[in-house]
């Protein structure tokens, strides 16, 4: 089955920093990748979707220029969480789909981030 | 907006019990259908999905799932459960029209020995 990346696996930083966060389809083009995020014992919250070439759609309350998205090529997508903070430790993934129809949305394996 | 409810949050059977997770969700347009298992430490696995056609569809590890269109309803089941069955299940529907995915709150299953 198709693979999606994620890397890093763990990142551990300080408040005020950036981190970025990659995500790789590794056999497929991926025309939308999505983010989420997921806090413990919950469900995956969707912050952005992204097609390729084009600016991310961020859902209602996802700060866009806190959370920067780029899916600069079909198998590349990164999420860049700027000026971090203790309230965005999490864990977040990545999920790619391919653009025709019936296709299902593969996930990453996930990347856990703790602010300091 | 687009909402997807899943009835229980946490179900506790013994081994070879029979299983069902129930699953609805607030679209009335076109969707697909799909649930998904995070197992302990690990990351999200799909277990079965449903685009069109026969509205019962089988997945992986004996799971089968049925599309009910009246009902807006796509509960997940499984006849016998196993031990290694315990996991966190998720329904999600994907709007075609929005392009995205909505998940559920998730089911956490617990299979006792």
């Known amino acids: 089955g198709a693979v999606v990346s994620q890397h890093p696996s763990r990142v551990i930083c300080k408040s005020g920093t950036s981190v970025k966060i990659e995500c790789r389809s590794l056999?497929?083009?991926?025309?939308?990748m999505f983010w989420y995020r997921q806090f413990p014992k919950q469900s995956l919250m969707l912050m952005a979707t992204?097609?390729?070439?084009?600016?991310?759609?961020?859902e209602q309350g996802v700060e866009k220029d806190k959370f920067l998205i780029n899916h600069a090529s079909l198998t590349l997508s990164t999420l860049t969480v700027t000026s971090a903070h203790p309230e965005d430790s999490s864990f977040y993934i990545c999920?790619?789909?391919?653009?025709?129809?019936?296709?299902?949305?593969?996930f990453g394996p996930g990347t856990r981030l703790t602010v300091t | 907006a687009q909402s997807v409810s899943q009835h229980n949050h946490h179900v506790i059977l013994s081994e070879a019990a029979s299983l069902e997770l129930g699953c609805n969700y607030s679209?009335?347009?076109?969707?697909?259908l799909f649930w998904y298992v995070q197992y302990p430490g690990q990351h999200l696995q799909l277990l079965l999905k449903?685009?069109?056609?026969?509205?019962l569809v089988k997945g992986i590890k004996g799971f089968e799932a049925e599309f009910i269109k009246s009902k807006f309803s796509f509960n997940l089941r499984k006849p016998s459960v196993q031990w290694s069955d315990t996991a966190e299940y998720f329904c999600?529907?994907?709007?075609?029209?929005?392009?995205?995915?909505?998940f559920g709150d998730g089911t956490t299953l617990t299979v006792k020995p």
């Open positions: 999920s790619a789909r391919e653009g025709r129809p019936q296709s299902e949305q593969y």
């Open positions: 056999d497929f083009q991926a025309t939308t």
């Open positions: 992204s097609n390729e070439g084009s600016k991310a759609t961020y």
């Open positions: 679209y009335g347009g076109t969707v697909n």
């Open positions: 449903y685009f069109s056609g026969d509205p």
């Open positions: 999600a529907v994907y709007n075609t029209n929005a392009g995205k995915s909505t």
